[in-house]
């Protein structure tokens, strides 16, 4: 079918159908013009179709007159901080990140490494619509430069100002990371070489050949597992093709649900949040964080899903961590976006500062019995559709921020559209399984009538 | 004029002034477009010095890609180069970012199909019925392919060209050569060229950094500063190239323009002496003096309409030796390749001089003479055609050809009135005996006259 998004995660689709070099170019025309023929970052991962995106970007830009900063191709955690480093006016990141084999992204990011939020949105929109793109003659078009390879060293430096290096250093970590072919092997070796923890990698070749899902979930983490157990590593992770979402794998095996990632981190960020009153997450994520931030005393700011509304309301709340349930975490003070080398980094920082096994702080989490279903969905007016569910279910809270959120005493739902696919998705999250089963099949019921 | 000439979308490709028509959402739907036609595979992708090369290569190249096609890019390379090289790398085509002649403002498509030729007229309209198609049908990202870059793409042309010539005879002469590279591609290749055959040589405009310091069509009146430079008398031979490197202009020792013509008729003398009773294939706006060379060594002319694909089709359907264009200063040798050639064309005059142990001007003493001019009129294409309709009405009765334009030919010389394929412009050449005849070409023609009447 035929599929694009645009939204403040840029613009998303299958490569091919709805996302081909025509609209890739407008949209990239939109952005120079947006951008107003200032420097701008261009990084990708690896991704087949990247190659061919990188260079309608590149025309798209010149033609706007600005200067495009070549990043080549490496991680999203790396673009976020390279864009305030060079002081360009923006960057555009292309890469896929979790989606399946055959979709492509194009994401806009603003001259502070982030997202863009709604209200910069809604200017490119306009722009974009519009078709009237800044096009310049042709001695006052753009040129193309290298971005400074120093780069890559300065992250991992922040990286390391960040942390607690001797205390990792000396624990003498062994790490198995499965890059997913992406584009986080060479950055996450030279941090970790930093840090003297020994990489088990898997699949890290810089191809873009996919060798499982690449979205970090339990079913696509039995590599790591595998590697953790063979190689008696003292933890696994399973990252996505641009480091921006990750899933832990414990030294006994365990693969654990992406929804427990920031809820894990932020369990043995102790030190670090010492002085912080609140975190940030969005509406969907699991009753766990709530738990573990309640043990912390921090309060919890729920916001709509998406990596830009985190991003904004930790600005708005002077809030240094935010993250959610797909496995992502920010560190605000070290990167203005999405970054799992942080994630990894405190992790293993408070493993050897607790002195604990991974396994451990898997174990001290409270758990609930979460489903997550997605059903193929993609009627016309599929956002008031779905708020109707409310009506099958008298006896629940209702909030309707991002979809609907649907609570109880002992558990709650939520559904949503995707902003990136033609799917809902359904989680539900119940202390007692049989009544989250219950649940799921009543709402299933609702959408398979 | 109530239509911006700024975009043409024909079966000439895409041409058009950067950022105010042609952008690269054109170009990168035109590319694949053209990577469609040509069945995926290999495409080679080059371009010459204008500034705006670097940007539309981005965007040929996306458009290739998602359309399933692998880039080969050579970065900066002549257009014969280019052409030649499709064969060499078992490539399916290529395109060249050029707009020739054009000024620095305009940029522009060649398309080259897989034999090395740019497309006939029947594969470029094609071409324009894939590209006018609403719906493009892109590979999905499994069947995407990766670009090369590929080095040093001019050492099998130049490779081809000392092959095929007496270097040893050129290099004794030990040539002091003049070339006005027009800071085109010329200034990267000729020097290495002609040093290869033993000249002492000196380039003008052989900065290649995407500025034309002197206007880029090889025409006399764009010359002078290598005119100037060649007053001195110290140089056995001067040439101007144009923007992408297919057409020569050869200067005379003492600093003259000989005109575009007499770059042809030169090989032609060369060529057609070493082989008798051969056949040459030349556009009809070439010199009559083709004809006079062509009796003296017993060769066949036929006559093409105006257009490199026009005259390589007529040069290889009918095993021609050589070809060109005349009014262009087009030199065709197929032994290189079935292409224009600045490079080829330059080697070959060297090796006439040579061979026959002539000065330039000896050999041209020995040629007939005729006086030529070209005019150009500002006129639209559809008020060119009705000008050559009432024109070829009123001349019925000479000697006329229509192939392209209008071609009337009297005792003492001849006139082709043609609209141009690339401008809003009728461009006018007439060819006569001496100086009286051209003038009485001209009153008879009226066309200053007829041209202001049109705008009235």
């Known amino acids: 079918m035929n599929f694009l998004r645009i939204g403040t995660s840029g613009m998303r689709g299958i490569v091919g159908e709805s996302l081909n070099p025509r609209i890739a170019m407008r949209f990239a025309s939109a952005l120079g013009t947006y951008f107003e023929g200032g420097v701008v970052v261009l990084g990708r991962d690896t991704r087949h179709s990247s190659e061919m995106l990188h260079h309608a970007c590149v025309s798209s830009l010149l033609s706007a007159g600005c200067n495009v900063l070549d990043a080549g191709v490496l991680s999203a955690p790396e673009m976020h901080f390279t864009i305030p480093h060079v002081h360009a006016k923006g960057g555009i990141f292309i890469g896929a990140g979790h989606h399946p084999e055959g979709w492509n992204a194009i994401t806009p990011l603003d001259k502070s490494g982030r997202f863009l939020n709604k209200v910069q949105l809604q200017v490119l929109l306009d722009i974009y619509h519009s078709h009237k793109f800044s096009d310049r003659v042709w001695d006052e078009t753009g040129s193309v430069y290298s971005a400074p390879t120093e780069t890559r060293a300065r992250y991992i430096e922040s990286l390391c100002n960040h942390l607690d290096v001797k205390a990792i250093k000396d624990a003498g970590f062994r790490v198995v990371v499965d890059f997913c072919n992406g584009s986080g092997f060479e950055v996450t070796k030279a941090f970790l070489n930093e840090l003297h923890v020994e990489l088990l990698a898997i699949n890290g070749e810089a191809s873009g050949n ?112 935010g993250g959610d349930g797909s496995g992502s975490m920010a560190y605000l003070p070290h990167n203005p976006g999405f970054d799992n080398l942080m994630l990894l980094g405190m992790i293993l920082q408070g493993l050897a500062v607790g002195g604990k096994k991974a396994a451990n702080i898997a174990e001290e989490l409270p758990r609930y019995h979460i489903i997550k279903k997605i059903i193929p969905y993609s009627k016309t007016h599929a956002a008031e559709e779905i708020l109707r569910i409310s009506k099958k279910f008298p006896e629940a809270a209702i909030s309707e921020m991002d979809g609907i959120h649907l609570s109880w005493e002992d558990g709650w739902a939520h559904i949503r559209l995707s902003t990136t696919e033609p799917v809902v998705r359904i989680i539900v999250e119940f202390s007692d399984a049989t009544r989250a089963e219950e649940i799921i099949f009543r709402i299933k019921g609702f959408f398979e009538k | 004029m109530s239509v911006p000439d700024t975009l043409k979308v024909s079966i000439s490709g895409v041409r058009g002034i950067v950022g105010k028509a042609l952008t690269p959402r054109h170009i990168s739907d035109f590319a694949a477009a053209y990577g469609t036609q040509m069945g995926k595979g290999r495409i080679l992708v080059g371009r010459d010095t204008r500034s705006t090369g670097k940007m539309f290569e981005h965007a040929v190249v996306a ?180 923007p992408d490197g297919d057409r020569i202009v050869v200067i005379n020792p003492e600093g003259e323009p000989i005109g575009e013509q007499y770059s042809l008729l030169l090989a032609a003398e060369h060529l057609l002496a070493n082989a008798k009773g051969s056949s040459i294939a030349v556009n009809i706006q070439t010199s009559r003096t083709i004809e006079d060379i062509a009796n003296k060594y017993d060769a066949t002319v036929i006559y093409t ?152």
């Open chain 2, 63 to 242: 458009g290739l890609l998602s359309v399933g096609c692998k880039p080969m890019i050579v970065g900066i390379a002549p257009t014969p180069t280019v052409q030649m090289a499709v064969k060499e790398y078992n490539a399916n085509g290529g395109i060249v970012i050029s707009a020739s002649h054009n000024p620095e403002e305009w940029n522009a498509l060649k398309f080259i199909g897989p034999e090395g030729l740019f497309l006939s007229e029947a594969e470029a309209e094609e071409l324009l019925h894939v590209y006018n198609q609403p719906e493009r049908v892109y590979v999905k990202e499994s069947e995407y392919r990766s670009p090369i870059y590929i080095d040093g793409i001019f050492d099998y042309h130049k490779k081809k060209i000392l092959d095929a010539i007496d270097v040893k005879k050129i290099s004794s002469k030990r040539y002091r050569v003049a070339v006005d590279c027009c800071n085109g591609v010329g200034a990267l290749y000729s020097r290495t060229l002609l040093e290869a055959m033993g000249c002492e040589v000196d380039t003008f405009f052989d900065e290649s950094e995407g500025r034309f310091y002197r206007e880029p069509e090889p025409i006399a009146k764009n010359l002078n500063f290598i005119c100037n430079k060649m007053q001195e008398n110290i140089y056995d031979i001067g040439f101007a190239q144009d």
């Open chain 1, 210 to 321: 996919l060798p499982h899902d690449p979205e970090p979930r339990p079913r696509s983490s039995q590599q790591a597992r595998s590697a953790v157990l063979i190689g008696k590593a003292d933890i696994g992770f399973s990252f996505n093709t641009d480091l921006s979402r990750a899933a832990i794998i414990t030294n006994t095996g365990e693969t654990l649900s992406e929804e427990y990632t920031f809820p894990y981190v932020l369990s043995l960020a102790g030190t670090i949040l010492e002085q912080e009153k609140c975190i940030v997450t969005n509406c969907c994520s699991s009753k766990t964080l709530d738990r573990v931030a309640e043990k912390m005393g921090l309060e919890v700011l729920k916001v709509p899903v998406g990596q830009s509304s985190i991003m904004e309301t930790m600005l708005d709340n002077r809030c240094v961590m």
């Open chain 2, 305 to 456: 309409p105006v257009g490199e694909i026009n005259v390589t089709k007529a040069l290889l359907g009918n095993h021609c030796l050589m070809g060109g264009e005349g009014g262009s200063g087009g030199i065709i040798w197929p032994e290189i390749h079935p292409c224009r050639d600045s490079f080829g064309g330059m080697a070959l005059i060297l090796e006439l001089m040579a061979c026959r142990s002539k000065t330039l001007n000896e050999i041209l003493d020995e040629m007939p003479q005729y006086d030529h001019v070209n005019r150009k009129y500002a006129v639209s294409r559809a008020d060119a055609i009705e000008l050559i309709r009432t024109l070829s009405f009123e001349f019925e009765k000479e000697r006329t050809d229509q192939s392209d334009g209008l071609k009337i030919s009297w005792e003492d010389g001849w006139t082709l009135i043609r609209s141009s394929n690339t401008e809003p412009v009728l461009r006018v050449f007439i060819e006569g005996k001496d100086p009286l005849s051209i003038n009485r070409i001209e009153k008879l023609l009226d066309l200053e006259n007829r041209v202001h009447l049109i705008g009235i």
